[in-house]
Nanobody, 114 residues
């Protein structure tokens, strides 16, 4: 049974940092491309960053230079380091795995406000 469990969200002031984690189980993590998405109520879920099984990364233009996606295959975990956060980054952040079909985590709330 595939499970994706996110953690690390919270409240932070503009300019602050957070690190999100997504721990996976139920599949061969090291072979799976992983992604982070985010969603604001009333808007579509948008791609934030992806990392391939080989470690190649891609980012949405809005987060380039501020966010870093990484993975630790020994821990079955993908991370999203978020720096220099601004209020526009406020959203629910979701972890996604693509392994023949798509799986989502339950999401973790990130709120950036002064």
């Amino acid at each position: 049974q595939v499970q994706l469990v996110e953690s690390g969200g919270g409240f932070v002031q503009p300019g602050g940092s957070l690190r999100l984690s997504c721990t996976a189980s139920g599949f061969t993590f090291r072979r799976c491309p992983m992604s982070w998405y985010r969603q604001v109520p009333g808007k579509e879920r948008e791609l934030v960053a992806t990392i391939s099984s080989g470690g190649s990364t891609n980012y949405a233009d809005s987060v380039k230079g501020r966010f870093t996606i990484s993975r630790d295959n020994a821990k079955n975990t993908v991370y999203l380091q978020m720096n220099n956060l601004n209020p526009e980054d406020t959203a629910i952040y979701y972890c996604r795995a693509d392994i023949g079909r798509t799986y989502w985590g339950q999401g973790t709330q990130v709120t950036v406000s002064s």
